[in-house]
């Protein structure tokens, strides 16, 4: 099947969120107002900000106490203690320290700065911590979507990574749903008749990178439209993304 | 500024490509073909492996003699000793190995694996090394479109790298003219008024994931047209986007 174009729109009108709020109202009222109309096959971005919120997963630093461990690591890379301990107790363990950055591996198996604690695009005095089951989020959401508008769509929950060996950023997929994050192409046969063996493009990460192009932190603009990506549908979650930690060379 | 809808449009219809071809007339005239015209913006994004077919690094494999290193690693790996030995010729220095896989870190500064060395769509008994500098190649073909089309344009070159934690592979960007790697928020207020630290996507790599959503291995279509795409027009070149080994965690 040949590709054709692929568009990615930002979903403007999304006001601050709160717990609790309708996440698949806003995105359908959002939408709306701009005249977008949901098609099969569309995939949902939204960054993992708002699905944190809504979740009630805004913490007020004023009600974390920090640990003796928090405490110190806090002194020795200058950040709030409050935030260390957030960071500690969402962390399965720390992968390493240094250079004022604390790479940790969460409870989902995410390995990532900070364990995806984040004070940016949130009041003040608060930090948001990851979904508890971001696979779940995004499954709810799709249902939702799907139940009110008729067509079958697919959702994805991007957060911003860094990684090594390169300075910047990019987003990546934290969950997903009605997509399968990886196309394998093992054991296929190129057009040169060179059979894969490693192939398999994680496209749920290639969906959240790009969406970032019109996501822009300064825009509140916390989800995006992906329109003619081709992918398979599924329900393997994000799960099947994460290398396991025995052939992982880096952990 | 507001983002506005972003498409990425696969480029079909360059042939098979040879040491010495024109890659710029073949752009160009596979994208009229298709009715494709560039605009000034736009970043044609092109895959490393027409540009080191066209650039003479499709090295045939009866030409190289492994030494004693890359035999005794291709043994203990299963792999062709040819293709080690070009992996280590490529490589400035082997950061990890096992389970069938090298992670080197290549001559430009890469970090991935195989020295990028890739036996994937290229003539049977012939592998391809990286360019020997893609921003320079990247900047040829970028000043080349802009003389014949009069537009201001960028060039993106990707290549396709795993990651660490995760499986599945994305498309990096490798190489680049006419857009900055990095576009830094740093010390800007987000519109919660949080100072923002250490944010700066980077949008090349975003690009080159987005791409891949429509340059699938298996279709022959090695080059895409993004547009709409935010970025600042620069010539830093990818080497401002590779990590300092002195303040890398994970080298």
Request: glycine share 10%.
């Amino acid at each position: 099947m040949r590709s054709s174009r692929i568009t990615i729109t930002p979903i403007y009108g999304i006001p601050r969120v709160r717990k609790g709020e309708d996440l698949p109202s806003l995105v359908i009222s959002a939408m709306g107002k701009t005249g977008l109309e949901l098609q099969d096959g569309d995939v949902v971005v939204i960054t993992q900000k708002i699905i944190s919120k809504a979740e009630g997963m805004a913490i007020d630093l004023t009600d974390v106490t920090p640990g003796r461990k928090a405490r110190r690591l806090a002194k020795s890379m200058s950040k709030d203690p409050r935030v260390v301990e957030l960071i500690l107790r969402e962390a399965k363990r720390v992968v390493r320290s240094g250079h004022g950055v604390m790479i940790t591996e969460t409870r989902h198996g995410f390995v990532c700065a900070n364990s995806g604690v984040d004070q940016s695009n949130v009041d003040e005095g608060y930090a948001t911590i990851l979904p508890v089951d971001p696979d779940s989020s995004a499954r709810r959401i799709r249902r939702e979507l799907e139940k009110r508008t008729g067509r079958k769509v697919a959702v994805v929950i991007t957060d911003t990574f860094g990684r090594p060996w390169r300075e910047g950023q990019v987003d990546v997929a934290i969950g997903c749903s009605g997509i399968r994050p990886l196309s394998s192409l093992k054991g296929t046969l190129d057009p040169y008749g060179y059979r894969l063996k490693v192939t398999e493009p994680a496209v749920v990460d290639e969906i959240a990178a790009a969406s970032e192009l019109v996501m822009r932190k300064l825009d509140m603009v916390p989800a995006a439209l992906v329109r003619g990506a081709r992918y398979e549908r599924g329900e393997t979650g994000i799960g099947s993304l994460i290398r396991q930690r025995k052939i992982d060379l880096f952990r």
